[in-house]
């Protein structure tokens, strides 16, 4: 049985004060929520402070970036080992934004998501088509490439750890949303994927969640779809009470 995770990506939002009252409000009106897992991905500044917010409740931390080095001569950036100090759990790997602005390949998603592992953070690689693969009718090419090369060497144990957010580029931030329908048959076709790599069990353990311009309206749809195990909210995360709604969704 998998676990439904709902996810905000905050991107590049929030101070720490900012960060700090919406997570205030967040921890007091979900604290009975048990039947999902809430994860929330702040900015690198607000991860230390809200992560002291959180401490013993049911909200997880995740960062939206790591470098796959622990340490060094790598000025700007910031390693696994230091988010698993501050109490990250969870990291995002690979998110669209960051393969579009900062050159992120399948090859570096790979890299990130050893480091995340070896650290004892659960990777949540971010894989998708762009508006023109989907016009030239190779959204399952793109998506199995991402897959294959962005989990190239890893063991089957390691693969089951993931979770893999599909968000197709042009359903994020432009309020156009992959059908349930639509986004059903890419996790059925990712477990498939999965399946070949890692085996059968391993394909149906893992969690599979969608992104893209996910709202307290539509979230219940997605959360119907079988193969839909949560999703990853961008904008909707931003203002509490409408992530609070993703949270408790009706079911
Ligand atoms: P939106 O929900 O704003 O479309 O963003 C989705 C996303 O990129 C989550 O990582």
Redesign the pocket.
């Known amino acids: 049985m998998r676990k439904p995770l709902m996810?905000g990506?905050w991107?590049m939002n929030k101070t720490v004060t900012e960060a700090v009252s919406v997570v205030k409000v967040l921890k007091s009106s979900i604290f009975d929520v048990t039947d999902v897992e809430v994860l929330i991905c702040p900015a690198f500044t607000a991860l230390y402070v809200v992560n002291s917010e959180v401490n013993g409740s049911n909200i997880n931390i995740g960062a939206q970036n790591l470098f796959w080095e622990p340490k060094g001569a790598f000025t700007g950036e910031i390693s696994s080992v230091m988010l698993k100090d501050i109490g990250c759990s969870y990291v995002?790997i690979g998110?669209?934004?960051r393969r579009q602005y900062f050159n992120e390949t399948d090859k570096s998603v790979n890299k990130k998501t050893k480091a995340a592992l070896v650290a004892g953070l659960i990777p949540v690689i971010?894989i998708g088509e762009t508006f023109k693969e989907k016009e030239q009718s190779i959204t399952f090419e793109a998506v199995e490439k991402q897959i294959k090369e962005g989990l190239v060497g890893l063991t089957p144990q390691q693969a089951t750890i993931i979770v893999i957010?599909y968000?197709p580029v042009w359903?994020?931030?432009?309020?156009k949303i992959a059908t349930p329908d639509q986004t059903q048959k890419l996790h059925i076709f990712i477990r498939k994927v999965y399946s070949q790599m890692y085996g059968y069990g391993v394909s149906q353990k893992i969690r599979i969640l969608y992104?893209?311009?996910?709202?307290p309206t539509n979230v219940s749809d997605f959360m119907r779809q079988p193969d839909i195990d949560g999703c990853?909210?961008?904008?909707?995360?931003l203002e509490v009470e409408s992530f609070i709604k993703l949270v408790k969704y009706s079911k």
Do not use: D, F, P, Q
Not at 211 to 215: A, E, M, R
């Open positions: 996810a990506n991107k995002l998110h669209s934004e971010c957010a968000e359903a994020i931030g432009t309020g992104g893209g311009s996910v709202n990853l909210a961008g904008g909707a995360s």
